[in-house]
């Protein structure tokens, strides 16, 4: 083997925990594999025992002093890392990456180095791991109970640190290893829950008929248009990276044009976030960078904006009808009661209407159902929601980690216990 990487070569991240292995080439039912082997032993190494784990400085002596491959670093739950694998992607005469793995380097955007065989890149980040699929093709990532083979032979392009990359990380997971969206028909779903036959489609906006400049001057006067306008003149300060700026503005275009795909595109390639990278191919199925950006944030769009033009719209098509003695025969029901009082023909299974709940102006009378202001207080009520759906994702997010970390501890606990009987690696023989 080549002489091992020295401390000043790895991220402090890494040199600094006691989680290193040694690793040699086995074959494996015709296969070559790398396992992981216990520094200054013969034994294999366990990926779930800390006790077969040794401090950097050990583990580097006993690669030079051991007929080994190399050294190993070991993924744990009780470490934020996350390995990011990167398989026949890598030209080694020219030392250029494939597309779509340059993709994922730039961003991940931390530090990355060329694999044992030349061919293929790690990108290690700190960060949660969705519960999501850990391969897909030449992807894998993993972020415990599993060894990355470490080099040292760094990306010169890439950081030299390990960075945090949550939101990349998410994102990394849900364009390339979530499972492929399937649709239920009713002849698939089971007998007994008639609620499953219904196929998943994405949700149905009316279109924003509003001319696109115009649409653009209402979005930077909304309550997050500050916002708006550093993404759309192209600034990505307080995102990970760039792709994440990128989603963020393509998801408050959705909310802004009705969740049009086209017209999202369209406004987009007029930001200052547009370059040339968006129109290419990143993407086995043959889809576009800009494809999929827009894609996940339409997919990602619930709430969209109704101008105030549509409310009266509605309300001019409404027929009267005979003998109808309300105040305004074109308002709705809930228009007509007034802010205080009870609602009658409500009940128990079906409570009044709420009432837009916008202050009334400085005379005292209540603003029209098309004023701006009410309108803008709709807006703002939106965001206050959206806010808290958020702060309620990022809580279930972390009661799901808890209990995969639980589902992990005891997959171990009960891996042991099985394989204690044949003593076969990933568990150390004796």
């Known amino acids: 083997m080549s002489t091992p990487p020295t401390a ?7 040199v600094d925990r006691d989680q290193w292995v040694c690793w040699r080439t086995q074959q494996r039912d015709g296969k070559s594999t790398k396992v992981p082997i216990i520094p200054g032993a013969t034994q294999f190494a366990s990926t779930t025992d800390p006790d077969t784990w040794r401090s950097f400085p050990t583990a580097r002596e006993a690669a030079i002093e051991h007929p080994v491959d190399g050294l190993g670093f070991v993924f744990t739950s009780d470490d934020p890392l996350v390995g990011v694998d990167l398989d026949d992607c890598r030209d080694p005469d020219t030392a250029t990456p494939t597309t779509w793995a340059a993709d994922v380097i730039e961003t991940l955007d ?13 990108v290690l980040v700190t960060g949660d791991l ?34 945090a990359r949550g939101d990349a990380l998410a994102t990394l997971v ?49 309550a997050n248009g500050d916002k708006f306008s550093r993404l759309w003149t192209g600034s990505a300060t307080g995102y990970e990276s760039h792709s994440e700026a990128d989603l963020a503005l393509c998801r408050m275009l959705a909310f802004w044009t009705g969740g049009d795909a086209t017209r999202v595109d369209r406004l987009f390639r007029r ?50 009808l005979p003998g109808d003695s309300s105040p305004d025969a074109n308002m709705t029901h ?8 009870s609602d009658t023909a409500a009940t128990d299974d079906a409570p009044a209407a709420e009432v837009d709940a916008t202050p009334p102006t400085e005379d005292g009378t209540e603003l029209p159902p098309t004023h701006p202001q009410r309108a803008q207080a709709r807006h703002d009520r939106i965001v206050e929601l959206s806010e808290r759906i958020e702060a309620l994702l990022e809580e279930n997010d972390r009661l799901r980690a808890e209990l995969e970390t639980e589902r992990q501890r005891r997959q171990q606990l009960e891996a042991t216990v099985d394989d204690a009987s044949d003593g076969w690696w990933p568990f150390t023989t004796k």
């Open 110 to 122: 931390s530090y990355t180095e060329v694999s044992p065989s030349g061919t293929g890149f790690h």
């Open 8 to 14: 000043a070569a790895l991220p402090t991240a890494l």
């Open 271 to 320: 930001s200052g976030l547009y370059r040339d990278k968006w129109d290419a191919v990143h993407y086995a199925d043959g889809s576009t960078y800009g494809e999929k950006t827009v894609e996940r944030a339409v997919r990602a769009t619930d709430d969209v904006y109704t101008p105030p033009e549509a409310h009266t719209a509605s309300r001019a098509n409404t027929p009267t």
């Open 130 to 163: 969705p519960d999501e699929r850990n391969r897909a093709g030449d992807l894998e990532v993993y972020d415990r109970s599993r060894f990355f083979t470490v080099t040292g032979d760094h990306v010169a392009t890439t950081p030299d640190t390990v960075a």
């Open 174 to 222: 849900e364009t390339e290893l979530a499972e492929p969206a399937t649709v239920t028909t009713a002849g698939d779903a089971p007998e007994t829950d008639a609620a499953e036959t219904v196929a998943e489609a994405p949700t149905q906006h009316s279109a924003v008929p509003i001319p696109d400049d115009e649409l653009l001057e209402r979005a930077r006067d909304a």
């Open 334 to 341: 809930a228009e007509t009661v007034p802010s205080g009082s």
